[in-house]
């Protein structure tokens, strides 16, 4: 975690309430904050000797995975973000899980809630097929295997095996470690029962900033895992380079070049496909909420696109691309 003052006494909570009936540690792996997460989290581990604290200098989340995994003891592990918030029975029902199906990873539900107008209507899109296409772990769906799920709780020793988190995937450490514990022969199960709160970004820099890395290191894990290339995950660059290409085009084409000008069809094309999904999505938000999502939609499709086209070159390890 990484400046969680005012999220990680609420998260932390949320774990020590569980109902699970067994023994429970809790590590956490505290980045160099530059708010007083540290001394939030010293005071947690002082009321409670289940919390143990470790540090993590860096501050990415590989390192600060492994450093917690390293540091704990029992045969399953559960990841847990620092602003994450778990339902009572998440634990419970989870363990349940590895036992009846023998998977390796079960998880659930990235359900994104929000406060403020403009977060609401990222929450939506993020729940929508049109936002983020339909990985269950967002959109949900029946309970049964799947390639990736969020957050997760593994067995350990599925884990070890596979040498743990990769250290160089700043971002979407997640997908990759569930592509390598499938390639083992592990089984990643899905299920709706698994349903984690998630505070979505609170502004357009944030939000496309997040979607930028997102599109960056899908990029990069299609790279090192090409059986992982996915139409779905095409999507958005094909439809930035159609809109940007198609636009560009069309202005020379009014101006010089008349026959080029029904390329504006393609930008004009993807605008009415995001006013009909914001119809389609909208209902129950504030018409303040409605009046973003457009705008919200527009925005991690473009960022997502953007990254994913910029990510040039292969990463090796430390620091963002």
């Not at 909570?13 to 505290?30: C, F, I, K």
């Not at 040498?163 to 592509?179: I, S």
């Amino acid at each position: 975690m990484l400046n969680e003052e005012h999220h990680l006494r609420s998260a932390v909570r949320s774990v020590l309430a569980q109902d699970y009936p067994g023994p429970m540690e809790l590590v956490l792996a505290l980045g160099p904050s530059s708010d007083r997460t540290d001394d939030v989290a010293a005071a947690l581990a002082g009321e409670d000797p289940r919390v143990v604290c470790v540090k993590n200098p860096s501050g990415r989340t590989p390192e600060g995975l492994n450093k917690a995994l390293a540091a704990s003891h029992h045969p399953i592990v559960a990841r847990v973000d620092g602003h994450a918030e778990l339902p009572p029975d998440y634990l419970r029902v989870a363990v349940e899980l590895l036992q009846r199906t023998d998977a390796v990873n079960v998880g659930g539900l990235m359900w994104a809630l929000g406060k403020t107008d403009f977060e609401r209507s990222v929450a939506r899109a993020m729940t929508s097929r049109f936002g983020v296409g339909n990985a269950p772990f967002h959109v949900g769906g029946e309970e049964g295997p799947a390639d990736t799920v969020y957050l997760g709780v593994f067995r350990r020793e599925a884990l070890e095996q596979v040498g743990g988190y990769d250290e160089a995937f700043t971002r979407a450490q997640d997908w990759e470690l569930n592509y390598r514990l499938r390639r083992a022969g592990g089984l990643i199960w899905f299920s709706p029962a698994l349903r984690v709160s998630y505070r979505p970004r609170g502004s357009i820099g944030s939000l496309a900033g997040q979607y930028f890395n997102y599109g960056r290191w899908r990029r990069e894990l299609m790279r090192r895992h090409p059986t992982t290339v996915s139409l779905r995950y095409l999507a958005p660059p094909t439809a930035l380079l159609a809109v940007s290409l198609g636009l560009l085009a069309g202005v020379v084409g009014v101006f010089a070049a008349p026959l080029l000008s029904w390329t504006l069809a393609l930008p004009a094309g993807y605008l009415l496909g995001v006013l009909a999904a914001t119809v389609a999505t909208g209902g129950g938000l504030s018409w303040r909420a409605r009046l973003w999502l457009p705008v919200v939609y527009a925005t991690m499709h473009g960022a997502w696109g953007a990254g994913f086209l910029s990510s040039l070159k292969r990463y090796t390890g430390h620091g963002s691309p």
